[in-house]
């Protein structure tokens, strides 16, 4: 009786604590959805679709902001991912062991490094770089859409590569450890089979693929919500272009920027319901990956039990 009062206790005490982290999340949406209420009577969906930003004349359209977070990120992602999981395979599948523990903590050292250290290397050492390269490119090259703008260095590309590099030590230590977990079973029936080494890191990363997935999502959604780095090399300015070189502004930066400039009511209230924004594209980045993972766990357990019923 004693242990069955004490198991009901604890379900009920790490239930609340789940409720509890429910309620915050709603209790942070609902507080942006009041402080920022004059802004969404005043502009409505619009603010999500127009790109003028005039707290003058007291006109504001979220877009150039969406859009430099989006593209940003996804940048990011692009450049990241390959290389963080370049990493967590070699470092759990190939690299020597007397290595391994040295390349984990210089990995994860990575994440450890506050985001204006992050912002000031960009500005040093980053900005000037992508100075260079953009001036080093021929001039039919420049005149794409793609690449055009002037050789400020500040723009777009800076802030994906400055993102990029903050996300990989997120993405590759999770990776790796998805890929430890992958049973011995599996790597070593690839070799029974005749794999090659690449064979049976693929048949590996096959079944850790929901892993894998969460752990990309993941650095996504750190990604989306940086905030100083990106502010000091991404040019900050509301536009809506495809050039990587063009300067542009995210969200998470313009709520930085202004918010302390902000000397009006609406203007403070438009602020707000760019944070709203945010935390309205986090959770559906976050409920749409979520969705895919369990999408692909489901296949894998159907799989596996037709597998079985096959054997059987």
């Known amino acids: 009786m004693a242990a069955r009062s004490q198991d009901l206790g604890f379900r009920l005490t790490t239930g609340a604590f789940a409720v509890a982290m429910a309620a915050i999340v709603l209790g942070v949406g609902v507080e942006l959805v009041r402080q920022s209420w004059l802004s ?24 150039p902001f969406i859009w430099g977070t989006l ?27 007397r290595l391994r523990t040295p390349l984990v903590f210089l990995t994860e050292l990575l994440a450890a490094i506050p985001s204006i250290v992050y912002g000031l290397w960009g500005i040093f050492v980053l900005v000037p770089a992508v100075r260079v390269f953009q001036t080093s490119l021929p001039e039919s ?32 230590s999770v990776a790796r450890e998805t890929l430890k977990a992958v049973p011995d079973a599996q790597r070593e029936g690839a070799y029974a089979l005749g794999a090659t080494r690449f064979e049976a890191i693929r048949a590996a990363m096959y079944f850790a693929r929901t ?63 760019i944070g709203l924004v945010l935390f309205a594209i986090t959770l559906i980045v976050n409920g749409l990956s979520r969705l895919l993972i369990w999408s692909m766990a489901r296949n894998t357990n159907r799989n596996r039990a037709a597998s079985a019923g096959a054997g059987a």
């Open 40 to 63: 969404i009577e005043r502009f409505g969906f619009d603010f999500w679709r127009t790109s003028t930003w005039d707290p003058v004349a007291g006109d504001f359209g979220a877009l």
């Open 71 to 97: 593209y940003s990120s996804v940048l990011a992602l692009v450049i990241a991912t390959p290389i963080a999981l370049g990493i967590a395979i070699f470092i759990s599948e190939l690299c020597p062991a």
């Open 141 to 172: 090259l420049r005149a794409l859409p793609f690449f055009s703008g002037p050789p400020l260095g500040v723009g777009m590309l800076s802030a994906a590569l400055i993102l990029a590099i903050m996300v990989v030590p997120f993405t590759s």
């Open 211 to 273: 892993g894998i997935l969460g752990a990309v999502m993941l650095g996504f959604g750190r990604a989306l919500g940086e905030t100083m780095a990106v502010t000091m090399v991404i040019g900050n300015n509301p536009q809506v272009s495809a050039s990587l070189f063009a300067p542009q502004y995210t969200m998470a930066a313009v709520i930085a920027n202004e918010f302390t400039e902000a000397a009006d009511e609406l203007y403070l209230n438009a602020l707000i319901e």
